[in-house]
Nanobody, 125 residues
């Protein structure tokens, strides 16, 4: 059974940091690109970051550049997202998703095949 499970979310003050984890089971992450997305209440799901399977190239949405580091540990079947300098507008449910090989163009969420249920990041104003 293919499963993605996110963890590491929580309450953090503005300017703080969190590291999210996306653990896979039922399949091997080696051949999949893993993307992180977020969804705030009443807003459309949007891409945050992605790491490909082949050359481990990374992609960051423009608004996040300089504040994120995505990494993968294939031995642990896990992908991490280090988030720094968090802002109240970053409050959302963060989800990871998998697709074969390459990150989708513009990190379009509908291109992803498998999804986790998400972890809440809350940055109070």
């Amino acid at each position: 059974q293919v499963q993605l499970v996110e963890s590491g979310g929580g309450l953090v003050q503005p300017g703080g940091s969190l590291r999210l984890s996306c653990a896979a089971s039922g399949f091997t992450l080696d051949y999949y690109a893993i993307g992180w997305f977020r969804q705030a209440p009443g807003k459309e799901r949007e891409g945050v970051s992605c790491v490909s399977s082949s050359d481990e190239s990374t992609y960051y949405t423009e608004s996040w550049k300089g504040r994120l580091t995505i990494s993968r540990d294939n031995a642990k079947n896990t992908v991490y997202l280090q988030m720094n300098s968090l802002k109240p507008e970053d409050t959302a449910v963060y989800l990871c998703a998998a697709v074969k090989s390459h990150c989708p163009v513009y990190l379009d969420y509908y291109a992803m095949d498998y999804w986790g249920k998400g972890t809440l990041v809350n940055v109070p104003s």
